[in-house]
């Protein structure tokens, strides 16, 4: 069973972002897979460990910079790569059309991803690499099964668990509390630099969205502090709440 992976390379979590001319600052951020995308990795190396899968193709949309994200799935595990190279700008629709397109020429059983990239937040490309192939979805997994052509999924629902059962092929994309990924070992580091990694165009679609600008959002403003006696200081805060922030009281 061919296993695909899609990853996005996203900023560090931990990285402070900068907007310069309304444009986000990249100079000296470091680049990691998407957390999400990460324990998707891992559930496809988990699922080749159970000898269940057979080879897992890890495929990234984006510049060349990608790359590092390819290899660090490799090192993780994953069999071999695959670069879609598409304009920086290209947005969630027009990316998952380039994914779509080199995913269909794989054939894989199962198609794996993240849920959500950790920098647009946007939970769409998943979705719609699905809806392109004509294939099911299932969403925010915590657990899988994958047996008699059929996947066995737990999700995140309002008050609850889902447990939804799929014929495959199918998209699943998960939450992190699927797995624990795991640390590349230094074998993995230097096997990773052997896999093949194939680079392929991606294909051209327009965007259905435009991003106009970025702004970051208003610094938090100091906090105030009363200290009195407490039916002074109960009136000196009814009176901040009233006429300093203005609590609209009904």
């Known amino acids: 069973m061919k296993v695909v992976v899609c990853v996005k390379q996203t900023f560090d979590t931990e990285a402070k972002i900068e907007i310069k001319d309304g444009k986000i600052a990249d100079a000296g951020i470091n680049l990691i897979i998407n957390p999400y995308d990460e324990v998707a990795v891992e559930g496809a190396i988990q699922l080749k460990e159970k000898g269940v899968a057979t080879e897992i193709v890890v495929v990234s949309a ?4 990608a790359m590092d994200a390819i290899r ?108 624990e990924p795991r640390y590349p070992s230094m074998k993995g580091i230097m096997a990773a630099k052997k896999k093949p990694v ?21 610094a938090k403003q100091a906090g105030v502090k009363i200290e009195d006696e407490p039916d002074v200081a109960a009136a000196k805060l009814a009176d901040w709440m009233k006429n300093t922030v203005k609590v609209d009281v009904k």
């Open 198 to 218: 194939a680079t392929v165009a991606g294909k051209a679609a327009d965007n259905k969205t435009k991003i106009v600008e970025f702004s970051l959002p208003a």
């Open 72 to 179: 660090t799935a490799l090192a993780m595990g994953a069999d071999r790569g695959i670069l879609v190279t598409i304009d920086a700008a290209a947005d969630e629709y027009a990316r998952a059309v380039a994914l779509a397109e080199a995913i269909k020429a794989e054939n894989p059983d199962i198609v794996l991803a993240g849920h959500v990239a950790a920098d647009d937040g946007s939970s769409q490309v998943p979705t719609r690499i699905a809806e392109i192939l004509g294939l099911p979805h299932i969403n925010v997994i915590t657990s899988l099964e994958i047996a008699g052509g059929k996947a066995v999924a737990s999700s995140e629902a309002d008050g609850g668990t889902q447990v939804t059962e799929v014929a495959i092929p199918a998209v699943i994309s998960s939450q992190v509390s699927w797995n």
């Open 62 to 65: 984006g510049s060349d910079k």
